[in-house]
C-alpha cells in the first residue's frame, strides 16, 4: 500500500517515495526505539552537565579551599576540614565566578553586583593564606559571615571582664561594634586591649583587615562567631566623598601547628616594639598610691609611703603618685593644699633614691581653668557639626576629651608633660583610659576617623617621649609603642571577673595580641568597696598572698597595697618573692624582651606553645610558660595548699629540687604548694 505525500505550492508529487503503514505489531518496537533515543539524548546531556560540574568545581577549587554559594572550607595537609565560613548576609552567584592564576573572582551575588575574590599566598612552604573580600557595589546593606567554631579551642580577640582561656562563648549576641572599652565600667563590652586576631588549636588564624567597619557577634547554640561589616546604626564612618556600602575582608591562614601559624601572622601582620623598656622596670616593684590612698593622697602621706618602701628593705623601680594631685582634672599644677610644698618634697624623694611617675588621663572637666582655653583653641572631640566641643561623661566627671588627631592638641598635652618633667624631675607617666567609649556615639576630630579605636591608638602615642617607663591601659595596633601595657584594673576577689582567676588568662590573651611589656596590675587588686572579697578594707590575706606568688613570675610587678599592712610574715614573703623575681625570673624575661623586637614572640606563653599535639594543654588556664623553659603553677583557690599539675611532656626539675622525666605529659594530682610557695618547674638539659 502507498501513499501520496504532498508537494509544495504547484501541486502534488505523483513519483514521491512510498511509505508503508506500521502496524499494531511494530508500534511497540518504534516506541522503544524512541525511548532508547530520548535516554540516550539524555544521558549526553547528563554527561555534559557532569563534565561542566566539574570543571566548575575545579574552577571553585584554589590549593586546599573550596568555595561554594553559601561559604566556603579549608583543609589542612591531610584534607581534614580546619575552617569553615558562611555566607550569612547573601548568596554568591556561582555563574558569576572565574578563576584567573591564584585569584577566584564573583561578580555577583542573587542580590546585587558585588566585588568578591579569595586570593591564595603562600608564605612558607608548610602554611597558606588567603586573603578574602566581599564588598557590596549596589547597596549599603550589610555584609555578614558566620565562622564555626565547635571543633577547635579559639584564643584572641580583646581582653574582656571574665576572661577565660580558651574562649569561652555564652548566649547569643548580634554583632556590635569591636571597639575599644572600659570593661570595668561596662562588663558586657570589648576591652582596652583589642586586636582583630584570633587563633585556633587547629592550626588557623583569622585577621579582618584594619579598613572593616568591623562588628562581631556569637551564639553559642549554632558553635559561630559572626563578623560584620556595616555603617548604619554604627561608630564607624566610610571615607568622605564614599559612598557607605559595606566590606568585609580579611586574611585566613593555615599551617602545620598552632604555634607555627601564629609567629607566621605575628611577623606577617602585627608591628613590634622598636625598644625594650627600662630594666629597672622588669627588675623592681613598681608602688603606686591608688589602692592605698585612693583620692585622698598628699605630701605627707606619699613621703610617708616612701619611708616605709626603704624600711622594710624593698627595692623600687619607680613611686606612681596616681589620683589626685591636682586641684581639678585636666590641670596640671600640684593641689597647693594637699601639696604645700611640691619642690622640696620632690627633692627629699630624689635624695632618698625614688624616682616618680604622675597619673594622667585624656579629659579636661568643665570646671577646670583648662576648659575654656581648649574651647577657644579648638582641642576638643567635637559634635558631629563641628561648632561645639563634645561633652562627656567618664568616672571623675563631666569633660571635653582632647582630640589627639589634632597636632595642636597633641603638642599642648605633651608640652605639660615635659614641663612637669622639666620642672620637678617626674620619670615618667600612667597614662589611664583611651578607649573609644568615652567618646561621644556620634563625633568629629581633626583627622577623620573611620574606625573610632583609631583614637585609642593616637592616645597611646602619648607614651612615646616617656616610654621607657610610661604606663597604658589601652591599646589598638600599639605593640611599637615599646612601653608596659596594664590589664584594666582588678577587684579583690579570686574569681575570673577581674579576679586573681583572670590575671593568666588576661596575660596570655594580650601576649597572642602582640603586646609583651605586661603590667598585671596591683597585687591584690584594687580594694574597692563591695568588690572585694571577705569585704574588708584590705584584701583577704590569704588571696593578697596568692597574688603575690604570681605577680612574681610576670614580666613587671606592682604594689599598692604593700604588704606591711598585714604582718611581720606578709613581708617576710614579699620580700623572698621580689628577690625571687628579681634573680630568677628578671633576667628571663629581660632576655625574651629582646627577642620581641625581631620576633614579636610571647614573653608569657601558654602551654600549647610546647605541647601543640596535646589536646590537654590547649585548655589549661591556670599555668603558664616563662620563655619555652620555665612553667609557672600558682595556686588560685582559696583554702588550697595543693594543685593538680600538667607537666608537658620533657626533662624537668621542680623548685624542691624533684626531676621528672617523661616522654608524655604527666599529670601530678594534688601536688602540695604550701601558702609561701609558689609551684615552678625548670627545664633542663
Not at 137 to 160: I, K, T
Not at 319 to 333: A, K, P
Not at 396 to 408: S, W
Request: proline letters at 6%.
Amino acid at each position: 500500500m502507498y501513499q501520496v505525500v504532498p508537494g509544495g505550492a504547484g501541486g502534488t508529487i505523483t513519483d514521491g517515495v512510498p511509505i508503508k503503514k506500521i502496524n499494531k505489531e511494530s508500534r511497540p518496537l518504534v516506541g522503544a526505539g524512541v525511548l532508547g533515543l530520548v535516554l540516550v539524548i539524555a544521558a549526553v546531556t547528563a554527561w555534559c552537565y557532569y563534565i561542566a560540574s566539574l570543571r566548575k568545581a575545579d574552577l571553585l577549587k584554589t590549593e586546599l579551599l573550596d568555595l561554594n554559594k553559601d561559604g566556603f572550607l579549608i583543609r589542612n595537609q591531610a584534607g581534614g576540614i580546619v575552617f569553615k565560613m558562611a555566607f550569612r548576609s547573601g548568596t554568591l552567584d556561582l555563574d558569576s565566578c572565574s578563576k584567573e592564576g591564584v585569584i577566584l573572582r564573583c561578580s555577583r551575588s542573587y542580590a546585587g553586583r558585588v566585588n568578591f575574590f579569595i586570593m591564595t599566598v603562600k608564605p612558607k612552604e608548610t602554611v597558606m593564606c588567603y586573603r578574602v573580600r566581599w564588598e557590596e557595589l549596589e547597596s549599603d546593606r550589610p555584609v555578614e559571615h558566620a565562622m564555626a567554631y565547635n571543633e577547635s579551642h579559639w584564643y584572641g580577640g580583646a581582653e574582656s571582664a571574665v576572661q577565660h582561656w580558651p574562649i569561652a562563648i555564652s548566649g547569643q549576641q548580634a554583632p556590635k561594634p569591636f571597639v575599644t572599652s572600659d570593661v570595668y565600667s561596662n562588663r558586657h563590652d570589648f576591652g582596652g586591649i583589642l586586636e582583630r586576631y584570633w587563633l585556633s588549636s587547629n592550626a588557623t588564624a583569622i585577621k579582618i583587615n584594619d579598613s572593616v567597619p568591623f562588628h562581631l557577634g556569637w551564639n553559642d547554640t549554632e558553635k559561630t562567631l559572626y563578623f560584620q561589616a556595616r555603617y548604619q546604626d554604627s561608630p564607624y564612618k566610610p571615607l568622605p566623598g564614599m559612598p557607605p556600602y559595606a566590606e568585609l575582608s580579611y586574611r585566613v591562614c593555615v599551617g602545620p601547628d598552632v604555634t607555627s601559624i601564629h609567629k607566621v601572622m605575628v611577623r606577617r601582620y602585627f608591628p613590634k616594639p622598636n625598644k625594650v623598656p627600662l630594666e629597672a622596670v622588669f627588675r623592681y616593684p613598681i608602688w603606686s598610691t591608688w589602692a592605698l590612698y585612693k583620692t585622698d593622697i598628699n605630701q605627707e602621706k606619699l613621703l610617708s609611703y616612701a619611708a616605709n618602701i626603704r624600711k622594710y628593705s624593698f627595692n623600687c623601680s619607680h613611686i606612681e603618685l596616681d589620683d589626685r594631685y591636682t586641684s581639678r582634672y585636666g590641670e596640671f599644677e600640684f593641689d597647693p593644699v594637699k601639696f604645700p610644698n611640691v619642690s622640696g618634697m620632690f627633692q627629699k624623694l630624689k635624695a632618698d633614691g625614688f624616682l616618680v611617675s604622675l597619673w594622667t588621663n585624656p579629659f579636661v572637666n568643665y570646671d577646670s581653668a583648662n576648659f575654656g582655653l581648649c574651647v577657644q583653641k579648638g582641642l576638643f572631640v567635637m559634635e558631629p557639626t563641628g561648632q561645639l566641643p563634645a561633652l562627656v561623661r567618664w568616672w571623675n566627671g563631666i569633660g571635653g576629651i582632647l582630640d589627639f588627631t589634632n597636632p595642636e592638641a597633641r603638642n599642648w598635652f605633651t608640652s605639660h608633660l615635659r614641663a612637669l618633667r622639666s620642672k620637678y624631675g617626674i620619670s615618667s607617666f600612667k597614662l589611664d583610659a583611651g578607649e573609644t567609649n568615652y567618646l561621644p556615639w556620634q563625633f568629629r576630630t581633626r583627622a577623620h576617623l573611620p574606625d573610632p579605636s583609631t583614637f585609642t591608638r593616637r592616645y597611646t602615642e602619648m607614651a612615646i617621649p616617656f616610654n621607657e617607663r610610661a604606663e597604658l591601659r589601652s591599646g589598638y595596633g600599639s605593640q611599637n609603642i615599646s612601653c608596659f601595657f596594664r590589664l584594666i584594673d582588678r577587684d579583690s576577689v579570686w574569681g575570673y571577673e577581674l579576679g586573681l582567676k583572670s590575671i593568666i588568662p588576661t596575660v596570655l590573651t594580650i601576649s597572642i595580641l602582640g603586646y609583651q611589656f605586661i603590667l598585671p596590675d596591683m597585687i591584690g587588686g584594687n580594694a574597692y568597696p563591695n568588690r572585694t572579697y571577705g569585704n574588708g578594707k584590705l584584701p583577704d590575706r590569704e588571696l593578697y598572698i596568692r597574688w603575690l606568688e604570681l605577680s612574681a613570675f610576670m614580666p613587671s610587678m606592682q604594689f599598692s597595697i604593700p604588704p606591711w599592712e598585714y604582718d611581720a610574715e606578709v613581708v617576710a614573703i614579699a620580700q623572698r618573692f621580689t628577690a625571687l623575681h628579681e634573680t630568677l625570673v628578671a633576667p628571663r624575661v629581660l632576655e625574651l624582651a629582646g627577642e620581641v623586637l625581631n620576633t614579636g614572640d610571647p614573653i608569657i606563653r601558654p602551654l600549647w606553645w610546647i605541647a601543640t599535639g596535646d589536646e590537654t594543654a590547649y585548655r589549661v588556664d591556670s599555668q603558664f610558660l616563662i620563655g619555652d623553659d620555665l612553667m609557672v603553677a600558682p595556686v588560685l583557690e582559696p583554702g588550697k595548699q595543693e594543685r593538680d599539675i600538667y607537666l608537658p611532656a620533657g626533662h624537668w626539675r621542680s623548685y624542691k629540687g624533684e626531676r621528672y622525666e617523661n616522654k608524655e605529659p604527666m599529670h601530678l594530682t594534688d601536688y602540695p604548694v604550701d601558702l609561701d610557695e609558689i609551684a615552678y618547674f625548670l627545664w633542663i638539659q
